[in-house]
Each structure stands twice: as C-alpha cells, then as structure tokens.
C-alpha cells in the first residue's frame, strides 16, 4: 500500500520552501531556463560553453548554469529539490540505476518523440527509459572504468600493457623492484575513488556469469557466493598486500591521485575516465604522458572494458518552459552540442549521439578508450547500468578492503547486505 | 474534556495573559516542532522516497538494530561521548583553576582558552585534517624532527576516533573551562582560609573544597558535553567522513549515511533512536548528579 504525498502538503511542510518565493522570469519575451550540473570543473565548463552557445542561436532564450555537489550529497540536493518542487528547468543526472530512483515519470519531462531520438544510440536510450518511455537525452560522453597508467614510466622499463591479472600484478612488481614510482596509487580521503578495482571488473564477472545482471536484481546470486564476482574484492586486497600503494593512500585525494599518474609520481590509478577532462584542466603539460587500460581478467583472450554510460540531461516535470526546454535539450544531444563540449573541454571519450564525432588529435587515454568501442573492441556497461541494485556503502567497504581493515570474503557478504537495503526501497520483487 | 475544563479552571487563576496573546508562539510551537516531531514518528514507520511512501510498521528499526555497522556506531559513539566528556572535566577544571589564580594577564589567557569554541567546527576539522596529514602535515613534521615517524592520524583505525576526540576536546575544553571559572570564582575565600589555618596543604584544600563546591559546574559540564559527544556529528564528518571504512562511525553518521543514501524511513527511525537513546542516558544521569547535589 503505498501514498502518494500531496506536493502541496509537502511544500507546506518544509519550512524553508516558504521562504522560497519565486522570482521567476521577470522578462517578457526572454525565457530563462536554470540548468542544475555537478560542479566537477569540466562539467561546468562544458555545461557554460552549452548554455552561451546555445544562446549565440536563440537570443530569446538565456540559460543560467547552477552547480551542485556531485556524488551521494548531489544525489540528495537533486532528491530533495524534486520532492519539493524547486528543481531547476534542465538538470543533468546518472542514467542507469540512480535514475531510476528519481521517479521519472512523475518528475520528468517526456522526450519519446522528440526528432533527434534517431540519432541516439540504442543503448543509451535503453538507460534513460522506464516504461517505454525515453526521458533523457545524452550530455557529456561515455565513459570506461579501468586504469590510468604513465607511459613514461612503462616506456622506461620496457613495460607492455597488461592483458590479465598476473601480467599487471608483474608489472607492478617491476616498477617497485625499480623504486621511486609508487605502483598503484590509491586516493581514500575521496572515498568514492576506492571502488573502481570493483566496479571496473564487471566486464571480466559478465564473462564468466552472463547473466549476473538479472539474477542479481531478483536476489538470486551474491557477490559473495560468486567466484567471478568476488575477484574485484579480492583484487582490491591484493594489491594492498603487496605492499604497492602510495604511503598516503588514506589521505590522498582524487585530484593528488591525478597528479601522481600525470606526473610519474605513480603508474598506476584505477579511475573512470571522465577524469581526462580534469587531467586536461590541471595537468595539461602531462596528458600526453598518460594512457588507459581496462581492468585485465583472469584470460587474455576475454580482455574487454567495463563501460559506463554518459550522463544524461533531463527536463523536469514541472518547468513552465517545456518547449524552450526541449529546445536546450535537443541541441546538447545534437552534433553542434557535442562540438561545443569536445571544444570546451576538449575529447573525454564518445559521445552516445551517433553524429558526433571526435577530433583526428585526441589525447593518448581517449585513444585507447575510444578503441574498446570501436569495431572489434569490446565492452560492456557496469552493473550499474543493468540493474537497479546499488548499495550505498560500497565505497566505504572498499576503502576498507583497501586499507586491509576487512577481508575481501568479508566485505562482499557487507555488500550483499548493503544491497538489500536499496532493493528493498525500490520495491523490487523477491526481496521481502 | 473534564480534564480540559478543570485545567481551564486551574491555567485560568494563574494565567498572565489572555489566550488569544499565546497564540502566535503555540502556532509557531505546533509549526515548527510539534509537526515535525509527529511527522518524523510516522514516517519513521514507512518506506518513504521523497515521493511517496508505504506503511511498513517496525521494520525500519528492525533493519535499523540489524544495521553491521550500527553496533560498532554504538560502541563508536559512546566512546567518543566518555572520552570527550571526561577530557573537558578533567582538562576544564585544571584549567578554571589555572585561570582563577594570580597569573599574569588573566583575562587574555581566558580569551584565548576560549577562542576555539568560536571558531566554525568544519573550519577546525578542515584545518586540523592538513596538521594531521600522514605525509605532509606539520604534526607529523614535528614528530619526524626528533627522529619518529608519526602515524597516520586519522586514516589508522588504531587512531581515528581519538585523533577526532582530541581535536573535539580541544575544541570544547575552553567552554568546560568559562564554566569552572564561574563556580570557582563563586566559592567564598574565607573557606579556603579556614582550611589553610587548620593546616591543609593545596590537594587537600582542592579535594575537600574546591572540588565539592564546583559540583553544579561539573554537572553543568558533563551533561553539556555528554550531551554533545552522544549527538557529536560535523567535527567527525568533517575530519574522516566515519572513515577509514566504518572505523569512526558514530550513530549520527550512521543515519546521516542512510539520509543520504535515500532511505529516508529508515533514516527517520535512526533519529528517533538516537533521541531516545540520549534521553536514556541523560535524564537519569542529569536526575542522579542533581540529586545527589540536594543531598550534599
């Protein structure tokens, strides 16, 4: 038996929502539209270089960008500012299973037959639907969880890119047998950074378990019952075990973790590789010194990337512009939108609308990204994006792998019970 | 509507001012806290998203009582709530006494024995997370001159929680010391003359004088900060996030965790956990140390 809240109770409940008076669009013949993006400092540059070009074409139409936390804390902003009422017209947000959580048919705009849907891949529309209906169309670009490595220092060692596990474990060791370069950097103070040697093995637990992703979300298999599934925790704690790490890896931040594989400092730093556009901000001098590779496996012949989708861009429910709002959608989706990005923030990766292409000149980690999606490359999206089931606490069960607080078999079983937690909310059936 | 009416009877002998005069502060009374406290009892009872929410009884604190990380949350909080509390007594007394003496440019040393309780708690962690850096912060710098390596502070589980309450009691101790302050200040001088005539020496004056007298300020004291340990929630999220892992969970984290993970129902039921279990703890303690203030 489930209650749908009146909003209007709702809003008279908050307290601060009174005090929220609109003072929409004071202008008469000029529409403007608020656009809520995370505040990674790429994003903003790419959603600003949007909102003025779109602009340069549609003089009536003004977008102001609003920037908010990214990770769990933005996941609540955007919540909150939806169940009561104040979201901003256009908003960008996961695909995949958060999403789904933001009840999008009640709070999103309906983009099913808008023109440009032809020109999206299928598989993105895939992660921005429920119920057959498209509310999202892409912002940003697809994106790969593996690891960032330094080429200066493979080059200096004679290093090759690794296909499996034992082959990085040897490289590894190489580079620590070597000295002054630390193997595997490792960034906990953002704990998020800590679940890429998990989350980025998906491709390798989907060879082994194909149909992992529908079992998982009917609560019939675990992670830790599952062999395939249990390596990227195991991984994890391995790594820390030998002894590769930064000395400061509790400390280490997201943005020092960058500058230890852009400089040399590490050669290794398991990340998602939308960090090329912060690489690109802070560290421009070095980016061609940095490459890409997926997680390897336990087989060489199933090397394959764990993708992830892009972002989308969805317009909210209650906007008082919905055309003007389709309007700001359509051109991000659209060729000229992904050139303003690419020009922006210059090419992180590729773009889910099927016109879009990349320049001839892109750094040597979207090189080797964009070739895992190219024809005889192989991917396939994180779990993330083929179930709904996500446990908050990951992030800090992995630092804690990481840090050799907990066994790897230990965690996964916290995992698994984490998990329940989120099914649970979400309704999902054989989870009572 | 007996009881109403005999209540009118009573309220109308002693009341000051028409009804009508009380009105503005019972709306706002009933606006701003009765709802919300019977709101968060209800919705802590549901599965609620934000957007709606079925009714599922219990099963929130079940869930919330079978929470891995809530045990040691538990344990976690009411540690931190001890150490802390017992620091400020101990450190606060030493220092009220230390202030209440002959020393020179008293009034600045009170100033600034007071000075972090006025500064942003978020700022102090932020601050505090730098000095405590494993590699490059200036606490380890210090140790390493004297040829040590210093641990890492707050990424140690051996470490976390009391490099956090160290900073806590740092932070509290000029507050406990304002308030021992005031009730030393306040004994008369002619007992301690008394006692130095008979012959008592400085500990004995300070066991049988001093510590008896200050009795109001040391409840006043463990109570505010027992109080404060036991919700204790920004100086921790702001220097380790509950981190590494769940080391430093405390209760208030823990929820917070759950808010922030969309589990709004379940999150609700952690604070009305957390309310009832600081209630548990300082009712009967402020009613025991008052108590036991008649009795002396």
Known sequence: MSHAISRRLLVAAAAGSALALSFASSAYAEVKLSFLVDNAPATVKASEALAAA????????????????AGGEGDNIVKTRLATGEMTDVFMYNAGSLFHALNPQQNMLDL?????????????????????HVYGAPFQTAMGGGVFYNKKVYAALGLQVPKTWA???????????????????QTFKDTWTSQLFMLGDFYNVLQAVPDFPQKYTANQIKYATTPAALRGFEHQAEVFKAGLLNEDFGSASYDDGLRM??????????????????????????????GFFALPGDDAAKNGLTAWMANGIYGYAQTEHPDEVKKFIAFVASKEGCDTQTQAVGAIGPYMTKSCTLP???????????AYFAEGGKNAPALEFLSPVKGPALEQITVEIGSGIRAPLDGAKLYDDDVRKQALQLGLPGWE | MTTLGKKGSRRGLAAAYPTWFYLPAAIIFGVLFLFPTFASLFFSLTRWTL???????????????????????????????????????????L?????????????????????????????????????????????????????????????????????????????????????YIAGIVSIPAEYYEAAKMDGANALQRFWNITLPLARPATVTVIILSLIGGLRSFDL????????PGFTTDVVASVIYKQYQAGFYGLSTAGNVVLFVLVAAIVVPLSFALNRKEVEA
């Open chain 2, 51 to 93: 957007f709606q929410y079925s009714f599922i009884g219990l099963a929130n604190f079940r869930q919330f009582f079978s929470e891995p990380f809530l045990v040691w949350g538990l344990v976690n909080t009411l540690i931190y709530a001890v150490v802390t509390s017992g620091s400020k007594v101990v450190l606060g007394m």
């Open chain 1, 54 to 69: 779109f602009h340069a074409k549609n003089p009536d139409i003004t977008i102001e960008v609003e920037s908010r936390a």
């Open chain 1, 167 to 185: 082959d990085f474990m040897k490289n590894n060791e190489t580079i620590k047998a070597k000295g002054g370069v630390t193997p595997v950097i």
């Open chain 2, 236 to 243: 921790i999220w702001a220097m380790t996030k509950g981190g």
């Open chain 2, 95 to 179: 220092l009220g006494i230390l202030l209440t003496s002959n020393v020179m440019v008293r009034g600045l040393l009170r100033a600034i024995v007071f000075f972090p309780v006025l500064v942003s708690t978020i700022g102090v962690g932020i601050t505090f997370t730098m000095l405590m850096h494993p590699t490059n912060g200036l606490i380890n710098d210090v140790v390493a001159v004297f040829g040590l390596k210093g641990p890492a502070w707050l990424t140690d589980p051996r470490f976390a929680l009391m490099s956090v309450a160290f900073v806590d009691v740092w932070k509290g101790v000029g507050l406990a010391t304002v308030i």
């Open chain 1, 360 to 370: 001839a000149d892109v750094p040597p980690a979207v090189k080797d990204l964009v």
């Open chain 1, 112 to 132: 099913t037959d808008e023109p440009y849907q032809s020109d999206i891949m299928d598989i993105f529309k895939s992660v921005v639907s429920e119920s057959g």
């Open chain 1, 261 to 290: 594989v852009s400089k040399g400092e590490g050669a290794h730093y398991p990340m998602l590789t939308f960090a090329i556009g912060n690489i690109n901000e802070n560290y421009k001098d070095y980016i061609n010194d940095v």
